[in-house]
């Protein structure tokens, strides 16, 4: 176990894919005892991209980092009695199958519950149980689509267009990070377990919401659900003389001390307070976009930097390996594997008693079956 603020933790995990993985990969690198639970095949993501060695991508090997990975038959007699003695020693127990699914392996909230009366139980699904979709299958692609987000790139490029990542998947990893750690705090402080349950469509929901409800929240309705600025046509990284920049020069502050230093021909009376931009935003952009056409990105990051504007150089993610600001504050740690050494993006916080780090490299499928069952009394191969 490491020495975060999840030291003495110890988590079930019967998740795949990354909504479930990413949540206990944070859990492991903040000090928790991840233990990975997979069928003989194990977890796809294993196979999704490159990697080392067979079943270690590179998306597997990120998001599975420090956990312990147990191969275990749940349909069988041995692999049931192997899963209920995890779960007497368990603080928390997750899983990222559909409802119907963990009720058929006796592993319901109700069953691991009745084990240890004690333990966070946290459900990872596509669409809450509550609702009528609650037995759809669910992918990261369908709940961007199904909660807004082509539609808004649409409005912003002209395209219905997914995002470059797999946010929706993130996102309600996050969030069961958060569920799942604020019911371990309500249980330190009553000794009660409960069940958790995150949906990664109410998730994304709640999140596309966020600024985009706006004039729709009010009753009567005051306007769409959309927030104008981030929807812009003219909303992109600016062109400059020989590269792109992105700069957002949005408050007063920041308006003021741009104009007074570049003296743009086209500005007038519209652009002279927030509210005024904001109800021409686009026209701003636009007109900003003709400005920095004029001079080079390096020239534009130093006057912006000068004027404290925020602005930033437009990079690929393989530049941030190399970025002088991550790398002085330590934000990818070299982890030694037996396939050669990883650099691993490790944790973004950062804890003046308790600090996580990363837990250590991702496991081969059963590499700690033997070991894991050992610990409770179990001879590996009787739970096959």
């Known amino acids: 176990m490491g020495s975060g603020p999840l030291s003495g933790v110890r988590v079930v995990d019967l998740t795949a894919m990354v909504f479930g993985p990413y949540c206990t990969q944070i859990m492991a690198d903040m000090g928790a005892d991840v233990i990975k639970v997979e069928p003989p095949q194990g977890d796809d993501t294993r196979y999704v991209s490159v990697g080392p060695a067979p079943g270690l991508s590179g998306v597997f090997v990120n998001v599975n980092r420090g956990k312990r990975s147990v191969v275990l038959n749940l349909r069988s007699e041995h692999g049931k009695a192997a899963i209920r003695a995890l779960i007497e020693r368990a603080d928390v127990f997750i899983h990222s199958m559909r409802a119907k699914a963990i009720a058929r392996l006796g592993l319901s909230y109700d069953d691991v519950a009745a084990i240890n009366p004690s333990i966070v139980y946290t459900n990872c699904y596509g669409y809450g149980r509550r609702g009528p979709d609650r037995d759809r299958p669910a992918y990261d692609d369908t709940i961007q689509a199904e909660t807004g987000l082509p539609a808004v790139q649409r409005m912003l490029t002209g395209e219905a267009d997914y995002v470059g990542t797999i946010v929706a998947d993130k996102v309600a990893g996050l969030t069961a990070l958060y569920a799942t750690t604020m019911a371990l705090f309500h249980r330190e402080r009553t000794g009660e377990g409960q069940e958790v349950e995150v949906a990664m469509f109410e998730t994304m929901a709640s999140f596309m919401l966020l600024e985009h409800a706006n004039g729709a ?25 020989d590269g792109h920049i992105a700069v957002l020069i949005y408050n007063d502050k920041h308006w003021n001390a741009f104009v007074d230093a570049v003296r743009p021909p086209w500005n007038d009376e519209r652009f002279a307070s927030l509210e005024g931009r904001a109800r021409n935003i686009d026209e701003v952009y636009g007109r900003i976009a003709e400005t920095l056409r004029e001079r080079t990105t390096a020239e534009w990051l130093e006057l912006f930097g000068k004027l404290e504007i925020p602005a ?73």
């Open 217 to 241: 929240m009010f009753e009567p309705p005051l306007g769409p659900a959309v927030y104008p600025r981030t929807v812009a046509s003219n909303r992109r990284p600016y062109a400059t003389s």
């Open 312 to 384: 930033a150089p437009v990079n690929s993610p393989g530049d941030l390996f190399d970025n002088a600001h991550l790398n002085a504050v330590g934000l990818f740690e070299t982890v030694d594997t037996p396939h050669g050494p990883v650099r691993i993006p490790g944790v973004p916080t950062w804890f003046s008693r308790t600090p996580g780090k990363v837990a250590g490299p991702a496991p081969q499928l059963g590499a700690d079956t033997d070991d894991v069952l050992a610990e409770l009394g179990i001879v590996a191969k009787e739970a096959g």
